[in-house]
DNA sequence: GATTTTTTCGACTGTCAGTCGATTTTTCTA
DNA sequence: TAGAAAAATCGACTGACAGTCGAAAAAATC
């Protein structure tokens, strides 16, 4: 019971990389089980379908990409910084950038969907609940917070995903947050600085 | 010359069709030449490979889904009526909600996220210069157009084709796309009446 | 030490995208 | 209009790949 799981973790690893590295599509299972010195019965032993890999590998990136983010949510810290600072924190930085630069590649959309899909539905209540604190305070005016969340994701996705953004994406970004929020202009304005 | 091109697209026309009702990936190449009654060489002298085909009904759709909002453009119509009348014409409605069920199934991601690109790219430029005499009018105050257009778009996206919305996520639909625009509040009201 | 359970193996199957040389049909030209 | 050239069609074949299965090896249990 010590060795399987150690196998199905070596599995995982490797189809995390190569997935990330040559694209979900490009990636066969003879590929991995090359990889691993291993028969392909064995890798039908730990898993039912390749898909049931990508989604097991997905669950790994999640955990991982909020784990920052879960930090944050208990940090002592103004509620706009909180807010700001875990939506970044889903941004892979530094050692992170192959997968950012992995996912953005066409041959990668499955897995980018999957992965914005899982993001969302993992971190709009935790941020949901940041912002309900910021109401309560008085710095945010705003109903339906759950689903303004949700739209600040798609949006911070979208913007700071897809290629470099501009300086007038972050203009535009700053703007519709403290609109979307009910936040005082100027609120957001600490965004400039987080950014380099 | 004349036979050809309608064999080409009939073929087009049988590979929208079974795109759409089983999903790209879970349609064959044989798939489609079996109803076409053609041999598989056929196929490939009219097409390089199956995505290029995918490209190409993907071109059909775009076409057919761009009209409506094309002739709503050189409507004789007030500037925020004209906005949401093409982002509404986008949604394929009546006749074509197969199309809708069929890109919302998880099975045609591909096809779905292509088709969203495509569309944005064709529209955003449609929408920006609408919005732009907007603002010569003074009914919208703001800078970066196409950025807003685009973040419009993506919210329209996401909170109309991703499942029937409810009340409240046309309310903030409302609200923010005042915000973003930066129009008088109840400008977009009109929205409401136009949904049912 | 025997028996049961877990793990591993790899040959095999069926499906599918794409190739290619041969053949038929259409169009052009002398 | 015969005969050459070009366009269109055919289908058997290849190679890649996901997934299966029964048998063998290894580990755990008694």
Redesign the pocket.
């Known amino acids: 019971?010590?060795?399987?799981?150690k196998?199905?973790l070596k599995l995982l690893e490797i189809a995390y990389r190569m997935f990330l590295s040559r694209g979900y599509?490009?990636?066969?299972?003879?590929?991995?089980?090359e990889e691993?010195?291993?028969?392909?019965?064995?890798?039908?032993?730990?898993?039912?379908?390749?898909?049931?890999?990508l989604e097991e590998v997905i669950d790994m990136m999640i955990d991982q990409e909020t784990e920052a983010a879960r930090k944050i949510l208990q940090a002592d810290l103004p509620v706009p910084q909180k807010i700001v600072g875990i939506i970044s924190s889903l941004r892979p930085s530094q050692e992170e950038l192959p997968i950012q630069d992995a996912l953005m590649h066409p041959e990668n959309t499955i897995m980018h969907e999957k992965i914005l899909n899982r993001l969302i539905e993992t971190v709009v209540p935790m941020l949901a609940e940041v912002a309900q604190e910021g109401t309560d305070q008085g710095i945010f005016h705003c109903d339906h917070i759950p689903i303004r969340i949700r739209i600040l994701l798609l949006i911070s996705n979208d913007l700071f995903n897809h290629g470099n953004f501009t300086g007038d994406e972050i203009d535009v970004f700053i703007d519709i947050t403290e609109k979307l929020l009910g936040a005082e202009k100027g609120t957001m304005d600490f965004i400039r600085e987080l950014i380099r």
Chains 1, 2 share one sequence.
Do not use: C, P
Request: charged share 35%; no cysteine; aromatic share 14%.
């Open positions: 019971m010590k060795k399987g799981e196998r199905k599509e490009n990636t066969s299972v003879d590929d991995i089980i691993a010195g291993i028969a392909k019965g064995t890798y039908y032993y730990y898993f039912e379908s390749k898909e049931q890999t």
